[in-house]
C-alpha cells in the first residue's frame, strides 16, 4: 500500500469530506477512510497497470471520489446499478460505499483492471457487488444481467449514442441510463435519442477545480 504521510492523509480526507460537504452530501469518517484505501490502493497499481491519469492525492478525491458521489446523488432510488467500462472502479465502487444497500455489477473488459476491482471489493469487505470481466456486447444476451437493472451507469466511457445503445439491453422495465459527461454534453443529444427516451440533464461543478460536470439520464418512452 502506498505509505502517505499522516499530513497527506488528513489533506486527502478533509478534501473529500469538505468537497462534497460544498456539493450538500456527507460523507462520513468511515466512508471517507474507505475511499482512501480505495485511493491508496490506486495509487500502487496504478505503477503497473494503466488505471489512471490523475496520480496526485487531491486530484485523485476530487475527479475521481467527489465526482462519483455527485453523479451518484442523482440516482433515484434504485437498487440495482450497472457501471459499465468500470476502469479504476469509478462511479461504481463510490456508490456502492455511499449506498450499502444497491447491488453494484462493475464491468470492464481489461482483466487486470478487474483484478484490481476485486482486490478492492476484497479490501473494503463490500457484499453484494461483483466485477466482471467482459466486453459489454457479450453480456447483452446473459440472463444474468439482461433486463435486470434499474439504472445504467458510466463516465466517460464512449460517446452518448453509443453507449444508449449498449446500455440498454441491461435496463429492465422501468430503469433509467445515467450518462457522466464533462463539457460539451449537450452536443452529443441526438434527434434519435430524443425521439426514444425522456431525457433530463442534471448539473454540478467540482468545488476545487471548479469545472462543469453533466449527468444526463434517460427513460425509454411509453
Not at 482512501?36 to 489512471?52: A, C, D, F, R
Not at 437493472?149 to 422501468?174: E, G, H, M, Q, Y
Amino acid at each position: 500500500m502506498t505509505i502517505l504521510s499522516e499530513q497527506s492523509v488528513r489533506e486527502f480526507k478533509h478534501h473529500l469530506i469538505n468537497g462534497s460537504n460544498a456539493l450538500g452530501i456527507k460523507v462520513s469518517d468511515h466512508q471517507s477512510e474507505q475511499m482512501l484505501v480505495h485511493s491508496k490502493e490506486l495509487m500502487v497499481w496504478n505503477k503497473k497497470i494503466n488505471l489512471t491519469a490523475i496520480k496526485k492525492p487531491l486530484q485523485i478525491a476530487e475527479k475521481h471520489f467527489i465526482d462519483s458521489i455527485a453523479a451518484a446523488s442523482f440516482l433515484g432510488n434504485e437498487q440495482s446499478v450497472i457501471d459499465l467500462g468500470s476502469g479504476g472502479g469509478f462511479p461504481g465502487i463510490p456508490i456502492k460505499i455511499m449506498n450499502p444497500s444497491v447491488n453494484v455489477v462493475l464491468i470492464d473488459s481489461s482483466r487486470k483492471k478487474i483484478n484490481f476491482l476485486k482486490h478492492i471489493i476484497r479490501m473494503l469487505d463490500l457484499d453484494t457487488i461483483d466485477a466482471i470481466h467482459s466486453r459489454v456486447e457479450d453480456l447483452h444476451e446473459n440472463n444474468v444481467y439482461k433486463n435486470k437493472f434499474d439504472a445504467v451507469i458510466s463516465r466517460a466511457f464512449t460517446d452518448l449514442s453509443k453507449f444508449v445503445k449498449l446500455a440498454a439491453p441491461f435496463l429492465n422495465k422501468k430503469g433509467a441510463i445515467y450518462a457522466m459527461k464533462g463539457k460539451n454534453a449537450d452536443q452529443e443529444i441526438t434527434p434519435e435519442i430524443l425521439e426514444q427516451y425522456n431525457l433530463t440533464t442534471d448539473h454540478y461543478r467540482l468545488p476545487f477545480e471548479k469545472s462543469n460536470r453533466y449527468v444526463i439520464k434517460l427513460s425509454a418512452k411509453s
